[in-house]
């Protein structure tokens, strides 16, 4: 599966963006997906993920309530709905496969000003 996530950009605090991740390759449908995201100097950590059907998703405890997961096994692309930004939410966002990631790609940068 090769994946490329889109939609980062700069907002302000309490703003909104949605990421999109396009998958192409082996079946998409097999697999659970997640978004994950690396702040400066931190270590790459998870953010949400979602089953192969879409019927289950999960969050880590900071976005709970601000981030929604979703896909689109049609279009083959999997979504983070993000809102209410806070500036801790900066940083470099990817999407992989769940919970065992592939190689990772170029992920898309979101920067939440104060």
């Known amino acids: 599966v090769q994946l490329q996530a889109s939609g980062g950009g700069l907002v302000q605090a309490g703003g909104s963006l949605r990421l999109s991740c396009a998958a192409s390759?082996?079946?998409?449908?097999?697999?659970?997906m997640g978004w994950f995201r690396q702040a400066p100097g931190k270590e790459r950590e998870f953010v949400a993920a979602?089953?192969?059907?879409?019927?289950?998703?999960y969050y880590e405890d900071s976005v709970k309530g601000r981030f929604t997961i979703s896909r689109d096994n049609a279009k083959t692309t999997v979504y983070l709905q993000m809102n209410s930004l806070k500036p801790e939410d900066t940083a470099v966002y990817y999407c992989?496969?769940?919970?065992?990631?592939?190689?990772w790609g170029h992920g898309t940068l979101v920067t939440v000003s104060s």
């Open positions: 979602i089953t192969w059907s879409g019927s289950t998703t």
């Open positions: 390759g082996r079946t998409f449908t097999r697999y659970s």
């Open positions: 992989n496969i769940w919970p065992t990631p592939l190689a």
